[in-house]
């Protein structure tokens, strides 16, 4: 000990050792190097809590997202008018209990009430899509001309027929039932047209064909860049005079952007646009991404999910939207014994009617609820997302219409355009967009950084210090104790000789 302390590196310790020293002044440089440990100690306790409470930093990453790597959102456009009124006339005029008991459910409240008391049969899911489809209003109907990276494109190539928690809609960019849905067979689904062409799109994976970035039939589709001439136009038609019932107050659609992989919720944050304007969606996306060594970090304290980590019952992908869609769906089922058709189900479940309508709407606002029971379903957010957000600018229509605006000159009434109709531009605000990173806020070099650190300004520690440690504590005492022993041995061979030689000359002492 004394020679270690005479020889070591760490600071004050050679002080310690020294007995050329008082008492006194050695006395002085212990408590001074205590001190230093005790300090370095402090320090660095508070360096493991910082990390033990919250292991995980969100930053910008250096590197800005492109166009290229990300796809243009999913729109969904509803028409709030939820059933047609020549469609509803026939349906009276026919007079089936079924239909009329639809109708019912749909326009709760309407003054028609139609349906009978009596009525008790229970519809299927087949009934309730076609009565859907036959009385809401199709994207043939309401779409009158689009426009796709400034070219005239027919509607029917890019948006499909859709049901939403708004009835019948129409969706553009949405990836195909079969990339959403694990078992789209089990799913109520409508049957839709894609191109050939389909990637298997998620946050976590991207894109990773570039050369398939020109391709326009892909889907989904990617943006060719930044402005209203180069995103999605659309020209639509809200045929008031058709208005029955309606989802709202007001009259005209209800638009959502979304992630393609997701189900929009167009009854709780959709957008209201009347008719009779023009209006400009700038879409700005939200990016995450996560560094690969964050999977090392308990789930509780990193919150968030990896793609592989938590695999969901009807969707084939994982994100926070898809979730809770789940969760709500699976939570009113077990409450009221059915699942609303907007949310995802297998075919065997009821559909809930106005009877249930009760029973799910207070199960949905209890699940809904930060302190409802959503908070048990454990659908954090996932570590890559993409999220979109719109700033919306609206002017009215003019008089002089553009009529050549979409490649065609559109022969309507000029008091039909202003009461009826609408343009809405959906485009990217800029071509590049940072990125939100989540990664370890200390790894082994961060950690061994700081230690080592605080350790060498308070004791001059440093790697070496250790080995010294080690050498005085194994490999010099070893050799100490090999070199005694052959000392040891050397006196009693000596010994040995001395005694041998006196018997040699000395035989009577024998």
């Not at 009113?332 to 009760?358: M, T, V």
Request: proline residues 4%; hydrophobic residues 35%; glycine residues 6%.
């Amino acid at each position: 000990m004394e020679r270690y302390c005479e020889n070591t590196s760490l600071h004050g310790l050679r002080y310690v050792g020294d007995r050329s020293l008082s008492i006194f002044e050695r006395m002085f440089w212990l408590i001074s190097f205590s001190v230093a440990i005790g300090f370095a100690a402090y320090y660095i306790t508070n360096i493991f809590q910082k990390w033990n409470s919250s292991p995980v930093i969100i930053s910008f990453s250096p590197f800005d997202a492109d166009l290229k790597s990300i796809p243009f959102p999913a729109v969904t456009i509803c028409n709030m008018n939820q059933a047609k009124k020549t469609e509803v006339n026939k349906i009276i005029a026919e007079g089936n209990p079924r239909d009329l008991k639809l109708l019912d459910d749909l326009c709760v409240g309407n003054k028609s009430n139609q349906q009978p008391d009596n009525y008790t049969e229970q519809y299927d899911w087949k009934n309730l899509r076609n009565f859907l489809i036959r009385v809401g209003s199709s994207c043939n109907e309401m779409m009158k001309a689009c426009k796709w990276t400034n070219d005239k494109k027919n509607c029917d190539e890019l948006f499909n027929n859709d049901l939403t928690d708004e009835g019948l809609c129409c969706s553009f960019n949405r990836l195909p039932y079969n990339k959403i849905f694990r078992n789209p067979n089990e799913i109520s689904l409508l049957n839709q047209t894609y191109p050939e062409n389909v990637y298997d799109w998620n946050p976590e994976i991207g894109f990773s064909n570039v050369g398939d970035y020109d391709n326009e039939n892909m889907v989904p589709r990617r943006p060719l860049g930044a402005g209203a001439h180069l995103g999605l136009s659309v020209l639509l038609d809200a045929q008031i005079d058709e208005y029955y019932c309606s989802s709202t107050s007001s009259v005209g659609f209800k638009i959502i952007v979304s992630n393609p992989i997701e189900t929009p919720k167009m009854a709780d944050y959709g957008t209201l646009l009347s008719p009779g304007v023009e209006a400009r969606f700038s879409i700005k996306p939200s990016i995450r991404e996560a560094s690969k060594n964050l999977r090392s970090i308990p789930l509780q304290k990193r919150q968030c999910y990896f793609a592989s980590e938590r695999k969901l019952v009807y969707y084939r992908k994982y994100t926070q939207v898809n979730c809770l869609q789940e969760c709500l769906s699976t939570f009113i089922y077990n409450r009221c014994n059915c699942s609303p058709y907007y949310l995802p189900r297998n075919k065997s479940i009821k559909a809930c009617g106005r009877k249930d309508q009760l029973c799910s709407s207070d199960a949905k606002e209890n699940m809904e609820k930060v302190t409802g029971v959503g908070a048990s379903c454990s659908c954090l957010p996932g570590c890559f997302g993409l999220q979109f957000t719109e700033s919306i600018s609206v002017g009215k229509l003019s008089r002089v219409i553009n009529t050549t605006a979409f490649g065609e000159d559109w022969k309507v009434n000029v008091t039909h355009f202003e009461k009826n109709m609408a343009v809405i531009h959906f485009y990217f605000a800029s071509s590049y967009f940072p990125i939100i990173e989540k990664t370890e806020l200390y790894g082994f070099t961060e950690i061994l950084s700081n230690v080592g650190g605080l350790l060498g300004l308070c004791m001059g520690f440093s790697f070496l210090s250790v080995v010294e440690i080690l050498y005085f504590i194994t490999l010099r005492w070893f050799l100490k104790w090999m070199k005694d022993r052959r000392k040891k041995e050397r006196k009693n061979n000596h010994r040995h000789v001395f005694i041998r030689n006196q018997y040699s000359n000395y035989p009577f002492l024998k």
